[in-house]
């Protein structure tokens, strides 16, 4: 093995796969089996952020930066004069094992340029990941990108070794993507999705029969959009996550804002890139959708078509509908409690737990934990001070905003990382 042209090819292929956020793990329970290397069902595995708020965790590396394609948001496109190097399959299981062994990572995400054509490339993908668990035991976690457009057989084969598959819807709208990657089209990665969600039912159904069945995509898929590229609202945005969510059952949306990487008339200048809290609101408004039982239509819709940069989406929301509020603690039940700003889902579950108990006063309720600073202008207890009284939103907004100054800054360069960790969150 040439370890200089490893290494060099460690560089460019690595640096050119940081654009793609779509690699945190979870929801894996592939365990180690027959004394094999890897076990990817503890997770937790390879989580680490840049300063940025990137995920650069597992051996995150393209198996080639050579495309056929020219999307022009992507550093990778031919078009760009940039070096290029290919991995050869056998190289890149060779790199996983000898990394894995060292304990510098826990898994592969192993993406590509689009080489020849879509099934070509899908096919060396599913090679090294049918190397890695057939020839070496390989029981760590594999995130394979899914090619748009590779055929069924592939996508079929490429779920029975890996972990989780995505397909970058990159664009949010059909008309951006037209713009800026004319050779593809929406199809192309509607149905390689389509494909995932059809067989992780199917293989799960045949589970439930025939015990040996193997499981497909365990962790499921996942897709990333592209923030700030095209020009889309943050409404137009998560109105295709919901659609998407929906539409083919994917674990996690990831938002990657727009980075200005060439002089191109039809993308946004050089030094003008995405601010980190429009990634944060739009994580703050998929979570709302998730987790907190928010339809994405009363949060964003055309009289509000953007996300507040100063407060969160569901402060936002409440403060335009205070006709919902003061929600009453002791009555409410859970889909409503889940509204008051302030209160993350455990919260809401201490709230139903110590209310079976006695009625909750202002003292009960910070005796169980609960962060009232914010919540307390939205709820009322078995107390008699009630702190909304007749303020208006605005003298609301400016309470909290006040009260909160100190701790700002603090929250939001934490906020990235709450939003991998699987916990419920606070908003
Ligand atoms: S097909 Fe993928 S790798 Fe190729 S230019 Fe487009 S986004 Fe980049």
Known sequence: MNFERIKEKINILADAAKYDVSCSSSGSKRTNKNKGIGDSSGMGICHTYTEDGRCV?????????HCIFDCAYCVTRKSNDIKRAAFKIQEVVDLTINFYRRNYIEGLFLSSGIFKNADYTMERLVAVAKKLREEENFNGYIHLKSIPGASDELMREAGLYADRLSVNIEI???KGLKLLAPDKNREDFIKPMEKVKNEIIQYKSEKKLIKSTPIYAPAGQSTQMIVGAS???DAEIMYTSAQFYKNFNLKRVYYSGYI?????????SIGTEVPVLRENRLYQTDWLLRFYGFDVREILNKEHPNLDTDIDPKLSWALRNLQYFPVDVNKADKRMLARIPGLGMKSVYKIMNARKFRKLNWEHLSAIGLALNRAKYFMVCDSR???TKDRTAAQIKGLILQESKSKFSKTYSNQLNLFDSNLPLTI
């Open 57 to 65: 965790s597992l051996l995150k590396i393209l198996l080639t930066n």
């Open 172 to 174: 949010p709208s059909v």
């Open 231 to 233: 020009g889309e609202t």
């Open 260 to 268: 200005p990487i060439s002089y191109d008339d039809r993308l946004p």
């Open 385 to 387: 001070n009630f702190e």
